[in-house]
């Protein structure tokens, strides 16, 4: 084997060399920024929607960059597209109704634990028009009543409101109208008397039809909140668990980034969203204005982190209707990450 010995370069050459590779690397902006760690989180609609707002703040802002994360945003169809998805892991974590992840984990023992909320409120509104109003949950009986689909958290939550007004459900006929924004004309037409939307459809239809009721679920039941959600699984790793943590972190940021915006008729959150996404229901700045207040109010005061009573308010509710069994213990599905848990 042959060995090179290099000979020893002069001083006064090594000194220009450093001077050199420091000129380098300020030319190049300094320090490379550490990497990014990636995580991916399934929404179960199209994320263009005021109702993603924090996500959508959060990533056009650099909340997410600034918890060092690269956060891959991926729309699918449907709770149990996304629930496959966290479940199978090919996602880190998802955002549901609590209903549905009570009946998940509590039916079907799924290994899901909530580790966030984003509304801690119920978010749907039951519209009707003038004509037979639904003011009331008492209102509801000999009512039918349009719902996006049978069995899904929409119906779980009017059949909730049902009860809570003393009203026989079989009264009550449901009829499967989607969310298309014609349905509200499905009422002036007779086939329908109310039927029950997210929050963002009402109040774009507020505007078009002042003379629109709507009753907000939200404060006839407890159960209704917005909750994220992992598995075990993936809990069990220190490293997932962490940027789970940051994720929920990036949003908090983005939530309080939101509401101080208020002031201005969330001007600059408008700007943010819409240099990114198409949101149809946020280019009529009364709209956005309107519908953001509904929204910053249903995250709560500690914008983020689901209040324990709450949950298990919802619970009582839920196995009260039948729909998880009795005597469980709620509080063991809850595994908090947020900021202020």
């Known amino acids: 084997m042959v060995t090179f010995r290099r000979r020893p370069l002069p001083v006064v050459l090594v000194a220009l060399l450093g ?9 190049s902006g300094g320090p490379q920024q550490a990497p990014l760690d990636r995580i991916t989180v399934v929404t179960t609609s199209p994320v263009e929607s005021m109702t993603y707002a924090p996500e959508m703040v959060a990533a056009a802002r650099g909340d997410f960059a600034r918890h060092g994360l690269d956060v891959d945003l991926q729309a699918l169809q449907g709770s ?35 580790v966030g909320t984003e509304m801690a409120v119920g978010t749907l509104r039951i519209i009707s028009g003038p004509a037979k109003p639904v003011r009331t949950p008492a209102d509801l009986a000999g009512k039918t009543v349009g719902v996006p689909s049978l069995g899904g958290t929409s119906e779980s939550t009017l059949n909730l409101v049902i009860a809570r007004g003393g009203v026989d459900p079989a009264s009550v006929r449901r009829e499967v109208t989607g969310l298309a924004p014609g349905v509200y004309d499905l009422i002036g037409a007779g086939r329908i008397d109310a039927y029950i939307a997210p929050m963002d ?24 909140a917005q909750v994220y959600v992992s598995s075990t699984d993936q809990l069990a790793d220190p490293a ?11 949003i ?30 946020m280019s009529d700045p009364a709209v956005a204005k309107a519908g953001m207040d509904a929204y910053v109010t249903t995250w709560g005061s500690l914008r983020g982190t689901l209040p324990p009573d709450r949950w298990r308010g919802a619970y009582a509710e839920i196995s ?8 469980l213990d709620p509080g063991g599905w809850l595994q908090q990450l947020g900021p202020q848990r």
Request: aromatic share 4%.
């Open 80 to 114: 149990p597209a996304a629930l496959q998805a966290v479940v199978g892991g090919s996602a880190q974590v998802t955002r549901l109704g609590d209903i549905e992840t009570m009946i998940a984990v509590g039916t079907r023992d799924a290994p899901l634990r909530v």
């Open 201 to 224: 459809t009402a109040v774009v239809l507020q505007r078009s039809h002042p003379d629109a009721v709507v009753l907000d679920a939200g404060q006839q039941v407890t159960a209704g």
């Open 320 to 327: 009260g209707l039948g729909l998880v069994p009795a005597g």
């Open 252 to 281: 908090h940021d983005a939530m309080n980034f939101i509401a101080a915006d208020a002031a201005s008729g969330y001007a600059e959150t408008t700007k943010l969203i819409a240099s990114r996404w198409d949101v149809p229901s």
């Open 240 to 250: 997932v668990q962490d940027r789970i943590k940051r994720f929920l972190a990036a």
């Open 19 to 27: 001077v050199l590779a420091a000129v380098v690397a300020a030319c």
